[in-house]
């Protein structure tokens, strides 16, 4: 595995999870497989989980850690080539990657989508510059479409505590009052198609997901059908995908709550935070003991210790 952009750079998810379960274990068995390199980690947008998780997990393998936030303390980057470099861009992806290149032996790159633009925001513009231009690994944070830490850290979560071998797994939408990107969503059924399991999608009418990555995954517009029996409730806001980046519903008639989890088989309860409370899910269910976001949060800094190892054994 030469970088990380979608778990399809995965060569093996099973071995993956594995490994990062191993990792949990014993997490200071490889502390020294990263000393005298470094990991750069750039942030593009926002971060908690991800940011102390990766942060955490080069560590524990003995890298040293460097961390910008591009948004306040860097200088604005270039993507086009031709261009005219007059206006508020002072610095060219071309020059950017190749001396980050130099710092780092690995690249950790955090940057959302921009909900106005989905041929660019699909083009990953971003990560995939860094790509082209870079000449050590580059690893996703999170991007327009995809965040594979994420989907890792939930196939890890779902190993440890779902026993029942063949579980109805469901992904529900849910209301949120900000338009989200897909990447979560995106992810999290790229990760299940490796999975053994009953796996439903549900939302609104309008919220259908990019039908290539949905592909022949059951789609149920009836929130409390899909509930049914559920062993797992995975719940997650996006916005519209044909109408791109558009609230099409604000009511919270898709709110995940107590009555509707009583649908379920004694369902997990599952997001990958943060969350609004009595928004996204009422506290009833975040707070119950079958929630397991917490762990889904702890089980982050595996997921990237895995990844990272994998990338400097193949250095």
């Known amino acids: 595995?030469?970088?990380?952009?979608?778990?399809?750079?995965?060569?093996?998810?099973?071995?993956?999870?594995?490994?990062?379960?191993?990792?949990?274990?014993?997490?200071?068995?490889?502390?020294?497989?990263?000393?005298?390199?470094?990991?750069?980690?750039?942030?593009?947008?926002?971060?908690?989980?991800?940011?102390l998780s990766?942060?955490?997990?080069?560590?524990?393998?003995?890298?040293?850690?460097?961390?910008?936030?591009?948004?306040?303390?860097?200088?604005?980057?270039?993507?086009?080539?031709?261009?005219?470099?007059?206006?508020?861009?002072?610095?060219?992806?071309?020059?950017a990657a190749?001396?980050?290149?130099?710092?780092?032996?690995?690249?950790?790159?955090?940057?959302?989508a921009t909900l106005t633009d989905k041929e660019k925001d699909e083009s990953e513009q971003v990560l995939n510059s860094f790509?082209?231009?870079?000449?050590?690994?580059?690893?996703?944070?999170?991007?327009?479409?995809?965040?594979?830490?994420?989907?890792?850290?939930?196939?890890?979560?779902?190993?440890?505590?779902?026993?029942?071998?063949?579980?109805?797994?469901?992904?529900?939408?849910?209301?949120?009052?900000k338009a989200l990107p897909h990447a979560v969503a995106n992810s999290f059924i790229n990760m299940m198609n490796h999975q053994d399991?009953?796996?439903?999608?549900?939302?609104?009418?309008?919220?259908d997901l990019n039908p290539e990555i949905v592909g022949d995954n059951r789609v149920v517009y009836n929130q409390d059908e899909a509930l049914k029996d559920a062993d797992v409730v995975y719940v997650k806001n996006w916005c519209a995908y044909e109408d791109y980046g558009k609230i099409l519903r604000t009511d919270n008639r898709w709110m995940l709550t107590e009555n509707k989890m009583k649908l379920t088989n004694d369902a997990f309860f599952m997001h990958c935070l943060p969350i609004r409370r009595n928004v996204v899910v009422s506290d009833a269910v975040?707070?119950?003991?079958?929630?397991?976001?917490?762990?889904?949060?702890?089980?982050?800094?595996y997921a990237a210790q895995a990844i990272l190892k994998t990338l400097l054994d193949h250095a």
Request: hydrophobic share 40%; net charge neutral; glycine share 4%.
């Open 98 to 112: 190749q001396v980050v290149s130099q710092y780092c032996d690995i690249v950790a790159i955090r940057a959302f």
């Open 1 to 51: 595995m030469k970088q990380l952009l979608t778990l399809n750079d995965v060569p093996d998810m099973a071995e993956m999870i594995q490994l990062a379960s191993e990792l949990k274990s014993d997490p200071h068995a490889f502390s020294q497989l990263g000393s005298r390199k470094t990991i750069g980690l750039l942030f593009f947008n926002p971060s908690l989980r991800t940011r």
């Open 286 to 301: 975040l707070d119950h003991p079958k929630s397991l976001v917490i762990e889904q949060a702890n089980n982050r800094t």
């Open 131 to 177: 790509i082209k231009h870079a000449s050590v690994p580059i690893v996703n944070m999170e991007s327009a479409t995809a965040h594979p830490l994420q989907a890792l850290a939930d196939a890890l979560t779902l190993k440890e505590q779902v026993q029942k071998k063949k579980p109805k797994i469901v992904l529900s939408w849910a209301p949120h009052p």
């Open 197 to 207: 399991a009953d796996f439903v999608i549900t939302h609104p009418k309008g919220y």
């Open 54 to 95: 990766t942060q955490k997990a080069a560590r524990l393998l003995g890298l040293d850690v460097m961390v910008m936030n591009f948004s306040n303390e860097a200088w604005a980057i270039e993507y086009e080539d031709g261009t005219i470099m007059s206006g508020l861009r002072s610095e060219h992806i071309k020059e």
